[in-house]
């Protein structure tokens, strides 16, 4: 990132302008956010008690709760609870 000091844009009148202080040259801050890389919208979960791998939609708290999607399972695994 490269910073320059923008006194240049200054005329010699006694007029004042707020065009002081440092500027970045050549980026933006939306070209930094834009190449940070996103979480995946779907998470896999493997089961505890039988091993089936569900694919579920990623949780939005630290602590939730999956039931297995197996017919004769049906286990619920519990994230992020203290037991």
Not at 17 to 27: Q, S
Request: net charge positive.
């Amino acid at each position: 990132m490269k910073l320059t000091l923008r006194s240049r844009g200054i005329k010699k009148k006694d007029e004042y302008r707020d065009n002081l202080g440092w500027t970045t040259k050549g980026t933006s801050q939306a070209a930094a956010e834009a190449s940070t890389e996103s979480l995946p919208a779907i998470v896999t979960h493997q089961c505890s008690m039988c091993g089936a791998m569900n694919q579920i939609p990623r949780p939005k708290r630290d602590r939730y709760k999956v039931i297995c999607a197996q017919e004769e399972c049906g286990h619920e695994d519990k994230v992020g609870f203290e037991d």
